[in-house]
């Protein structure tokens, strides 16, 4: 779904930064940081799906974790609907986190095996108080049909599902507070390609008949070419490129989304791509590479590179990325 860019944004990240104390001894003394996320900024809009995309150990998740106030950032700000989300407390920012939710990438370990499927999806009905005591029971029947389970299910545990059923359950558990923005943290990643494609087509439908916004988080470029209508790539904590999906794919800018979608499987044996080889391991968080922290195994690194941080800038409408020789690979 393409959204109209002068709207105000629904959701806005604004220099968000997580660092990880690295601590060592019985009396924690601190060695360094980590620095998971280091300055992202982005934009959703209402309805919108932003897509989320990165090597393992990028920070995407933490990013999804801070918005949520999971992890308290080490800096930075979160806006929902023009409100600071980190520097609300108590009442407050439990009334505002029913409006922000998330799916979990194992919808095993996210659901409380000692509960059946009838009191996970009822605890934050009755948590938020959104439903009496006497409609709980039918809510979530409700909540289970609408992801395609039925009441047989309700007294059943997660163990007696399969992936795919079990994600439905948090799906329905996500639903079930009436949530305008959903983060979906590699929702799909565990599960069969059949069940991933039944999964996708649910969250598509559901942001369609309840005009969600989703920020999708993934490792899986394909999967996020489906699903979203901008996409932001991440590398070693921060974004270095943020563009509607089909301009991405189309031209990207910075030499690692290039190299990132050059490196998509094709069907076709017959075909033959020419591909930039990307050398040498992904830098510590701990010890992130001076300027560009991309520069030590970018193919068109120059000088300026390991000096000077590039920023994050606008090169045609929409179409940003933080890189000194933006669209010469």
Known sequence: MMMDQSESPLLEVKDLKKHFPIESGIFGRELGKVHAVDGVTFQILKGE????????????????????????????????????????????????????QIVFQDPYASLNPRWSVRDIIAEPLKVTGRESKANVESAVLRLLRTVGLSEDHLNRFPHEFSGGQRQRIGIARA???????????????????????QILNLLTQLQSEYRLTYLFISHNLNVIKHMSARIAVMYLGKIVEIAETDKLFRKSLHPYTKILLESIPVPEPKIKRKKERITGDVPSAAHPPSGCRFHPRCPIATEICSQIEPELVEYTPGHYAACHHAGRL
């Open 49 to 100: 799906t932003l897509g989320l995309v990165g090597e393992s150990g990028c920070g995407k998740t933490t990013v999804g974790r801070c918005i949520l106030a999971l992890e308290q950032p080490t800096s930075g700000e979160v806006y929902f609907r023009g409100e600071n989300i980190l520097k609300l407390h108590g009442d407050a920012l439990k009334k505002i986190r029913s409006k922000l």
């Open 175 to 197: 639903l079930s507070v009436e949530p305008a923005v959903i983060i979906l943290d590699e929702p799909t990643s565990s599960l069969d390609v059949s069940v991933q494609a």
